[in-house]
């Protein structure tokens, strides 16, 4: 086991005065899948979620109005949420909410080129499971819009609650039944309708983060009009997947994501290249979690900071060279 995992075990353990470090390292050394529930344990001795504080990397469970007592029991003590929150950034976003077809929206307008022409290029921004109104997705649409891209971010969840990490991890697959990645066709078929015919969009790209990555796959296999695609950390079943892409599709994925080991990135790497006649690429990037491309801050350390903005940069080119 790596001793960078077991550092952080006990330095964890030490932060939360616990005495229990080699029982604690025996039972991580058991059960290696369960590094994240014993983060997790330990991290529930010290402090909760707040959005108004600095969050513990790992916890799954935010502070209620009324404020949860140090000692109450955890909604995900048991289990790791399906994947942690990150960091909100506070950011009310500078676009519009508007109405494609039957889906709730949020639109970022291009930025006119030099020469003050509109734009004629557009992306469809699909959310993770924290909903399209997470300001993360949203300053990532406000940003892409300033690099000439009308985006648009539908609500692929038609007004159903998104996951949030006050919810039990026990419920997240109940919850999940009526909110499939691989079943956004008619969404995705209504937010291109309104780029080209409310913005004079003529090629559009996609981008999705999570369970929008998974989305970006499966859309790709069977969606030409969609120039090219992005998927970030999606968490794409191998044994159930097909790898033969329409277009252009950029994977990023981060080396310690702990719900999407290397060998999986690597098994997909390699039957995209097998599968595919078009452009591929997966990139990994180094000390990476799930999430770091729009739920980090950039300023968290320098480390992260250079990955963050190498990462932007990378699926910036791919869409510029494509859509």
């Known amino acids: 086991m790596p001793f960078e995992r077991r550092h952080a075990l006990e330095v964890l353990c030490q932060e939360a005065h616990a005495n229990d470090v080699p029982q604690r390292w025996e039972t991580f050394n058991r059960q290696t899948d369960n590094f994240v529930v014993e983060i997790l344990t330990i991290l529930k001795i010290t402090s909760g979620y707040s959005n108004n504080s600095k969050k513990p990397r790992g916890t799954c469970v935010k502070d209620s109005e009324n404020s949860q007592g140090r000692g ?11 994947c942690e929150l990150g ?16 889906v709730d929206s949020y639109l970022s307008a291009a930025q ?17 499971i924290y909903g399209w109104k997470l300001p993360n997705t949203r300053f990532i649409a406000d940003w892409l819009a300033g690099q000439g891209y009308t985006c648009i971010v539908p609500d692929f969840f038609l007004g159903k609650e998104p996951w949030s990490p006050s919810h039990d991890w026990s419920t997240f697959q109940e919850w999940l039944k009526d909110k499939q990645a691989t079943n956004i066709g008619t969404e995705i078929d209504a ?25 970006v796959h499966h859309l790709l296999l069977t969606n030409s009009e969609l120039q090219a695609g992005v998927s970030c950390y999606g968490i794409i079943k191998i044994e159930e997947s097909r790898y033969a892409l329409k277009n252009p599709v950029l994977y990023i994925f981060g080396e ?68």
């Open 191 to 215: 937010a291109m309708d309104y780029l080209k015919k409310e913005c004079g969009v003529q090629r559009i790209g996609v981008l999705g983060f999570c369970w929008g990555g998974l989305a």
């Open 72 to 82: 109450e029991k955890m909604a995900n003590e048991a289990k790791p949420c399906p």
């Open 87 to 102: 960091d909100v950034m506070p950011y009310s976003g500078q676009g519009q909410e508007v109405r494609a077809g039957h």
């Open 112 to 128: 006119p080129g030099a020469n003050g022409e509109a734009s004629v290029r557009g992306l469809i921004i699909i959310q993770d």
């Open 256 to 323: 310690n994501d702990p719900l999407i080991p290397l060998d999986t990135v690597q098994l997909l790497e390699k039957r995209l290249v097998a599968e595919c006649q078009v452009d591929v690429q997966v990139k990994v990037f180094p000390g990476q979690t799930h999430g770091f491309v729009h739920r980090k801050h950039e300023d968290i350390s320098p480390a992260d900071e250079q990955h963050i903005k190498e990462a932007r940069a990378n699926l910036l080119a791919w869409l510029n060279k494509y859509v």
